[in-house]
């Protein structure tokens, strides 16, 4: 009876341990399994690494080589606006505060000398970045074609060529293409001291004989666009007569479109005038240095939202 017991009990032994083998050898087999395929997983996500790095160090090449083209675009847009020196010989006094958004930009500030009557403008492009800065090649080169090869010179009389010429580039009465500029623009004569002013939007704003300030706005008219009628000038003409000490800003809309302080409001153009008329005191180079900080100081941690371009002049 007893040796029987002791056979079961061993069979029983035996079978215990030979499922267990079999679960081990499933397990073991299941394990193996699991390992090839992390194995095969493993080799594709280091051929995925790596094939995303080789794209990564692409991307970067090539935002380096487009970088680098732009920061030459750069170079050949400051290179056609007027250079210090040219300014310092055109003008008593003056400072030009030009914070592109991008690395290129939308505006620019243009002046040349026909006859006896010097131009000066500043233009605000639709767009920024490289889009703004073709523009503003297309609008310089007009601007100078008007003034020294037709010999136009009356403000009002630009502008009305302008937004033709910019019409006709860019096929506007043909399609959708809307773009264009805003501009301020003056002629001075030295001849009959008088100061010619027109405005595509953007206005004048001046510290007049007696330290008033001034501004006068621009016509409600853009220059770009359809041209529906040829025959009537949208553009009005000012003429202001110089005084010693008169001291004139064009400027775009960027300085005062900018978000930022305690609240992160606009600037606005009114702050922007009494800022310039608070200092108006101070040299223009100083005005100049003035108005840099202010506006860094405004803007604070927020992102620029476009294209700043303010100049200041004292002709005499």
């Known amino acids: ?20 083998e079999e679960k081990v050898q499933e397990r073991t087999f299941e394990l193996a399994e699991a390992n090839q395929e992390l194995t095969v997983i493993n080799e594709e996500l280091n051929s995925t690494l790596e094939t995303v790095s080789i794209q990564t160090e692409t991307i970067r090449d090539k935002n380096k080589d487009i970088t680098a083209s732009i920061n030459y675009a750069k170079r050949i847009q400051k290179a056609s606006m007027p250079s210090p020196t040219k300014m310092a010989d055109l003008f008593n006094e003056f400072f030009v505060f030009h914070r592109p958004r991008d690395i290129v930009s939308g505006d620019f500030f243009w002046t040349v000398t026909v006859g006896n009557k010097t131009l000066v403008a500043v233009v605000d492009c639709t767009g920024h970045g490289v889009p703004g800065a073709f523009m503003s090649m297309i609008g310089s080169q007009n601007l100078n074609e008007i003034t020294k090869t037709k010999g136009i010179t009356a403000p009002d009389e630009i502008l009305a060529e302008l937004q033709k010429a910019i019409a006709v580039n860019l096929d506007q009465n043909n399609n959708q293409n809307q773009d264009g500029m805003d501009m301020a623009l003056c002629c ?6 008088t100061l010619s002013f027109a405005g ?14 001034q501004t006068i706005k621009g016509s409600r008219a853009s220059i770009g666009g359809q041209v529906e009628d040829t025959d009537t000038n949208p553009f009005e003409r000012h003429d202001i007569q110089l005084k010693e000490g008169m001291q004139f800003y064009l400027y775009s809309d960027g300085y005062q479109d900018q978000f930022g302080g305690p609240d992160g409001k606009k600037f606005m153009s009114r702050r922007l005038r009494e800022h310039l008329y608070s200092h108006r005191k101070n040299s223009l180079e100083k005005q100049g240095e003035l108005l840099e900080e202010t506006f860094d100081n405004w803007r604070g941690r927020e992102r620029q939202i476009d294209d700043v371009m303010v100049i200041g002049i004292k002709v005499f």
């Not at 009876?1 to 267990?20: C, D, G, H, T, Y």
């Not at 001075?188 to 001291?193: E, L, N, Y």
């Not at 704003?205 to 300030?213: R, V």
């Open 1 to 20: 009876m007893k040796k029987r017991k002791e056979e079961k009990r061993r069979e029983l032994v035996s079978r215990q341990n030979q499922l267990l």
């Open 188 to 193: 001075i004569d030295m001849d009959t001291k």
């Open 200 to 213: 595509a939007k953007n206005p004048l704003t001046y510290i007049d004989e007696k330290g008033e300030l």
